[in-house]
């Protein structure tokens, strides 16, 4: 199973920018996929869910600029990033999980998360 994420780039603060993260081997439609941020010198931070059920979850910082969506034929996940802040700053990295319907806790937590993509980077300047 591979991740590519894709969408980052150096923006003023209020703008906005929609990152992609698509997935490809295994079974998709199974997966629980969330992005996490990591700023320099911090520690991974999540940032946003969407389970295979499309229940979504978010850190409370962003709620309101952000959306977390997926679709499934095209096996990809995005993450519309709106009314952004310095703070937003940060790699962003998309992560997957294959789950069962059933499990719903532990998504904040990066070690629940079998595949990892590789980061792309938002700049966000004030």
């Known amino acids: 199973v591979q991740l590519q994420a894709s969408g980052g780039g150096v923006v003023q603060a209020g703008a906005s920018l929609r990152l992609s993260c698509v997935v490809s081997?295994?079974?998709?439609?199974?997966?629980?996929v969330a992005w996490f941020r990591q700023a320099p010198g911090k520690e991974r931070e999540f940032v946003a869910l969407?389970?295979?059920?499309?229940?979504?979850n978010y850190l409370n910082s962003v709620k309101g600029r952000f959306t977390i969506s997926r679709d499934n034929a095209k096996k990809t996940v995005y993450l519309q990033m709106n009314k952004l802040e310095p703070e937003d700053t940060a790699v962003y990295y998309c992560?997957?999980?294959?789950?069962?319907?059933?499990?719903?806790?532990?998504?904040?937590?990066?070690?629940?998360?079998?595949?990892w993509g590789q980061g792309t980077q938002v700049t966000v300047s004030s």
């Open positions: 969407i389970h295979r059920s499309s229940w979504t």
């Open positions: 081997g295994g079974t998709f439609s199974r997966y629980a």
């Open positions: 992560a997957a999980k294959d789950v069962i319907i059933t499990d719903v806790h532990g998504f904040s937590d990066p070690g629940k998360y079998t595949y």
